[in-house]
């Protein structure tokens, strides 16, 4: 399967915490990696791998994956969080690349 | 620390080919383990990923400009570049290169990720 489903849009309240989930058959495989994306900027790397954090990436960005959902945790979300995130992993064959449609957070 | 700078024409005629070439700095393009690919955005939309170049040489492209996309690297320049054949209107986007590594450890799923990024660079296709 060459597919990531994520909502496209959710919003939370400054100070409080929200779930963003990502979707596909090759999760089963592959773990996810997370990107926040501002306007007019470059994706910027998130979360990956089982819950590991780029260096200078605060800690409340988390992660967790079970089956063929991984998701991205914001916990104390705050106004800087608002963004496009991008979940992305191989497909099934491991040998293309595929991305979620994204899910817009407004805080 | 590795960066990635893309260059490109900026605006390109329908039916022509599209170039755009990223520049590696602080790493070499030719060493083990990364891929080097190029990924797109069209204005308004999500990212799509075109197609990579291994370090070792070897290229995978999405199933959807396979027919038109071809990704080559040229390691004395530490340089990959895509070139989108035929271009129309809908090919007017964003184009980002990125380096991804895919690790695992024991008893766990493989982990790829995406970093560093190019800043990205717009290409407009149009008459």
């Known amino acids: 399967s060459s597919e990531l489903t994520q909502d496209p849009a959710v919003s939370v309240a400054l100070g409080q915490t929200v779930r963003m989930t990502c979707q596909g058959d090759s999760l089963r495989s592959y773990y996810a990696s997370w990107y926040q994306q501002k306007p007019g900027q470059a994706p910027v790397l998130v979360l990956y791998g089982r819950n590991k954090r780029p260096s200078g990436m605060p800690d409340r960005f988390s992660g967790l994956s079970f089956g063929n959902t991984a998701s991205l945790t914001i916990t104390g979300v705050q106004a800087e969080d608002e963004a496009d995130y991008y979940c992305?992993?191989?497909?099934?064959?491991?040998?293309?690349?595929?991305f979620g449609g994204g899910t817009k957070l407004t805080v | 620390q590795v960066q990635l700078q893309e260059s490109g024409p900026g605006l390109v005629k329908p039916s022509q080919t599209l170039s755009v070439t990223c520049t590696v700095s602080g790493g070499s393009i030719s060493s083990g383990g990364f891929y080097w690919n190029w990924i797109r955005q069209l204005p308004g939309k999500g990212l799509e990923w075109i197609g990579y170049v291994s370090s070792s040489g070897n290229t995978y492209y999405s199933p959807s400009l396979r027919s038109r996309a071809s990704i080559s690297m040229d390691t004395s320049a530490n340089q990959f570049s895509l070139r989108l054949r035929s271009v129309t209107a809908a090919d007017t986007a964003v184009y980002f290169c990125?380096?991804?590594?895919?690790?695992?450890?024991?008893?766990?799923?493989?982990?790829?990720?995406?970093?560093?990024w190019g800043q990205g660079t717009l290409v407009a296709v149009s008459s």
């Open positions: 992305n992993s191989r497909d099934t064959s491991g040998n293309h690349v595929v």
């Open positions: 990125a380096r991804e590594e895919i690790r695992s450890e024991t008893a766990e799923r493989p982990y790829p990720w995406f970093d560093p």
